[in-house]
């Protein structure tokens, strides 16, 4: 069992009411989550660690979890990244490959919360082993677009990240968790290697290679929440949950 957790912005939380607030965890929140793995002996694993283990390739210990990042916000940089690098934590930022190095108007509250990474610090990351994937690239529902746009946001999504890290991009992560079969198939077609959604679970079989659920860390996540999204209980409501409402959900 690998959870997979997902964050946004690593920064300080805006007031209560500001409609992004949900998508930002507090460095020290970060900070104390990431502690609490080391001191419980947890293994990071990176995500084709947590394919090898769902093919039956490889084994991953029952305490694995796997860290990602959607949209590479420029908070990833400063405040994620020195915490990854002291416990020797590997993890996966999405990136929105037409947006890098971008400034938003409308984005938080600090300088680093306002842009996107920039590609010196994505090349700095990715020299230090932080993996990158692809969040299309200008992070559209793919489920809704036109089949020929999709395919296009997928192929030249990882073209550019691949010449910025100077690497293959294995990995999709669905903007705004906008998926079908159609959008599955074009992802294996452009050859990502597999896919994260927002199906909300902590464990996932084969069947989920190409929507596989992931945990949100949000700005109330205490570390005794943390504990409860990591624990069987979790799994066991979510995936109640999810056989209701996601048809292709799998057990
Ligand atoms: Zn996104």
Known sequence: MTAILTYHHVAPVPPVGNERR????????FAAQMAWLA?????????????????????LPRKSVAITFDDGWADNYA????????????????????????SPADAGASPSTQRHLNPAEIAEMAAAG????????????????????CERELVESKRIL????????????????SFSREVIQAAIRARYVGAVS??????????????????????????????????????????????????????
């Not at 932080?130 to 746009?149: D, K, N």
């Open 22 to 29: 949900g998508l930002y965890v507090a460095p020290d929140f």
């Open 39 to 59: 001191r419980r002996g947890y293994h990071v694993a990176t995500l084709d660690e947590v394919r090898a283990d769902l093919l039956g390739s490889e084994r």
């Open 79 to 102: 405040h994620a990244f020195p915490v990854l690098q002291q416990y020797g934590f590997p993890a996966t930022i999405f990136i929105t490959a037409g947006k890098i190095g971008d």
């Open 130 to 149: 932080i993996e990158f994937g692809s969040h299309t690239r200008e992070h559209v529902r793919l489920a809704e677009v036109a089949p020929e746009q």
């Open 162 to 177: 691949e010449q910025v890290v100077g690497g293959p991009i294995g990995w999709l992560s669905y903007p705004h968790g």
């Open 198 to 251: 927002t199906i909300r679970d902590n464990r996932a079989t084969y069947a989920q290679l190409y929507f596989l659920p992931r945990v949100m860390i949000m700005p109330d996540t205490t570390l005794l929440r943390f504990r409860y999204y990591l624990s069987p209980w979790y799994h066991w409501i979510h995936a109640f949950k999810n056989r209701r409402r996601w048809g292709m959900y799998r057990k």
